[in-house]
C-alpha cells in the first residue's frame, strides 16, 4: 500500500531557509508533487520531481528526490511571512487508478 | 479565466438535512475529485470521476453521494447519514492519466447548525 509521512509542524525565521520533509512508502511511484495551502484556500500546486530525478529547481524552491532512501524535501531560500501555509507532499503511483496519496501537511510558521 | 469554482464559501446544515456542495471547472478535464479536510488529518478522498457518467468511491464514500452529468461538474451531497459533517471540503480536477496534476478549488467550508 501507500503511505506518506511528514511532520506536521515547522518554524523558521524570515530570510533563513526551510526545509520540509516527506517520506513515501511506494517505490513504483512516478510523479511527486508538493502542494501549498494558505488558511481558508484550496491547494496550489508549487512542484513536482519525475522519479527519474534528483532534483528540481524552480526560483527559490529545491526539490531533493531520494529514491533509496524513499524521501523528497522541498527546501525554500529566503523564507518570507508569505510563505507561511500548509504543504503538502503527494505522490501518484505508476500503475492503477493515478489517485495521487497526500500526507498530511506541513505547517510552516515564518516569524520576523 | 479557467478554472475551478466551488460554491458556496461556507454552508451550513441542519439536522437531518442533505446539503449539496457545487464544483465546476472550465478547464475541460475529464477528472474531477471531492477531498474531504479535518485539522491535522490532511486529505481524504470521498469520490472521484475519470469520465462524464462514470465515478468511483474513494476512502471515506459513506454518507456521501455525487453525480457527474457534465464534464464541467461534479456536485457533492453531504446526506444526513453523514454523522460527522463539519469539514473543509475540496474540489479538484485533473486531465487524468499519468502526467496528471491537480488544480483545486477555493473550497467549502460546512458546519452542522
Known amino acids: 500500500g501507500e503511505d506518506v509521512e511528514q511532520s506536521l509542524f515547522l518554524s523558521v525565521r524570515e530570510g533563513d531557509s526551510s526545509v520540509i520533509n516527506c517520506t513515501y512508502t511506494?517505490?513504483?511511484?512516478?510523479?511527486l508533487y508538493w502542494y501549498k495551502q494558505e488558511p481558508g484556500a484550496g491547494l496550489q500546486l508549487l512542484t513536482y520531481?519525475?522519479?527519474?530525478?534528483d532534483m528540481k529547481q524552480d526560483q527559490r524552491l529545491t526539490v531533493l528526490l531520494n529514491k533509496k532512501d524513499k524521501h523528497l524535501s522541498l527546501r525554500i531560500a529566503d523564507t518570507q511571512t508569505g510563505d507561511s501555509a500548509i504543504y503538502f507532499c503527494?505522490?501518484?503511483?505508476?500503475?492503477?487508478?493515478?489517485?495521487?496519496?497526500f500526507g498530511r501537511g506541513t505547517s510552516l510558521i515564518v516569524h520576523p | 479565466d479557467g478554472g475551478i469554482t466551488q460554491s458556496p464559501k461556507y454552508l451550513f446544515r441542519k439536522e437531518g438535512q442533505n446539503v449539496t456542495l457545487s464544483c465546476e471547472q472550465n478547464?475541460?478535464?475529464?477528472?474531477m475529485y471531492w477531498y474531504r479536510q479535518d485539522p491535522g488529518q490532511g486529505l481524504r478522498l470521498i469520490y472521484y470521476?475519470?469520465?462524464?457518467?462514470?465515478?468511483q468511491k474513494g476512502d471515506i464514500a459513506e454518507g456521501y453521494s455525487v453525480s457527474r452529468e457534465k464534464k464541467e461538474s461534479f456536485p457533492l451531497t453531504v446526506t444526513s447519514a453523514q454523522k460527522n459533517p463539519t469539514a473543509f471540503y475540496l474540489c479538484?480536477?485533473?486531465?487524468?492519466?499519468?502526467?496528471?496534476?491537480?488544480?483545486f478549488g477555493s473550497g467549502t467550508q460546512l458546519s452542522v447548525l
Open positions: 479538484a480536477s485533473g486531465s487524468g492519466g499519468q502526467h496528471e496534476k491537480l488544480f
Open positions: 470521476s475519470q469520465i462524464v457518467n462514470d465515478f
Open positions: 511506494d517505490s513504483s511511484s512516478t510523479y
Open positions: 520531481i519525475f522519479s527519474n530525478m
Open positions: 478547464l475541460n478535464h475529464d477528472a
Open positions: 503527494a505522490e501518484r503511483q505508476s500503475g492503477g487508478s493515478y489517485i495521487p496519496t
